[in-house]
């Protein structure tokens, strides 16, 4: 394998179900949170696993996709949760990610990579997936929420800031130093390309 392998990325629907298990099932991140955060908040935590991944499998089957996975042939290697910000009620509550205006913007707001296909270029093609969806959408914006790894080199489930500013993000609220709020603008770059 390679930084620049091959994967395929798909939205996360019903049928794909069986491959996201695999993936969060060996992770003792994912596994208790379901990406549940940013649609119930801390109250994850007070709810047994199963019952957080009873909800985000609900969340699937009703649609619409909640999310991208990346495969490395049929195994799932990589996962992020992109959707409208609305459906993310949890990050409204938050004083360090609330709303910066009241554009209805898109959210990246979870990433995850299998450990041993770290720094191989996953979260990248990931990132460049989520934006092709937003921009399918209409978003006029793909907001996300990483860790600033240049002032605190903590562990996240949301991605570096560093990664998201090479794939063209750009910071618009900095309410806490470590914890950027990075959007790419569809009509800027729009504008900027003529």
């Given at each position: 394998?390679?930084?620049?392998?091959e994967?395929?990325?798909?939205?996360?629907t019903?049928d794909l179900?069986?491959?996201?298990?695999d993936?969060?099932?060996?992770?003792?991140v994912?596994?208790?949170c379901?990406?549940m955060?940013?649609?119930i908040?801390?109250?994850?935590?007070?709810?047994?696993g199963?019952e957080?991944?009873?909800?985000f499998?609900?969340?699937?089957?009703?649609?619409?996709p909640p999310?991208?996975?990346?495969?490395?042939?049929?195994?799932?290697?990589?996962w992020?949760?992109?959707?409208p910000?609305?459906?993310?009620?949890w990050?409204d509550?938050?004083?360090?990610?609330?709303?910066v205006?009241?554009?209805?913007?898109w959210s990246?707001?979870?990433?995850?990579?299998?450990?041993q296909?770290?720094?191989?270029?996953?979260?990248?093609q990931l990132?460049?997936?989520?934006?092709?969806?937003a921009?399918?959408?209409?978003?006029?914006?793909l907001?996300?929420?990483?860790?600033?790894?240049?002032?605190?080199?903590?562990?996240?489930?949301?991605?570096?800031?560093?990664?998201?500013?090479r794939?063209?993000?750009?910071?618009?609220?900095?309410?806490?130093?470590?914890r950027?709020?990075?959007?790419?603008?569809?009509?800027?770059?729009?504008?900027?390309?003529l």
């Open positions: 394998m390679t930084a620049d392998m994967l395929s990325i798909r939205p996360l019903p179900w069986p491959a996201l298990e993936l969060f099932g060996d992770s003792a994912c596994s208790p379901w990406c955060y940013g649609r908040g801390r109250s994850y935590r007070k709810r047994p199963e957080n991944k009873a909800a499998r609900q969340a699937v089957q009703h649609g619409p999310g991208l996975l990346a495969f490395d042939g049929d195994m799932a290697v990589g992020c949760q992109v959707t910000r609305d459906a993310l009620p990050l509550r938050l004083w360090q990610l609330k709303r205006d009241d554009r209805p913007v990246l707001s979870c990433l995850y990579v299998r450990k296909y770290r720094r191989r270029g996953v979260t990248s990132i460049a997936q989520a934006l092709e969806i921009r399918r959408a209409n978003a006029p914006t907001e996300a929420y990483p860790f600033d790894a240049e002032i605190s080199p903590s562990a996240s489930g949301s991605g570096n800031a560093s990664t998201f500013a794939a063209g993000f750009r910071v618009v609220a900095r309410r806490t130093p470590a950027p709020i990075m959007r790419y603008d569809f009509k800027q770059i729009a504008d900027y390309r």
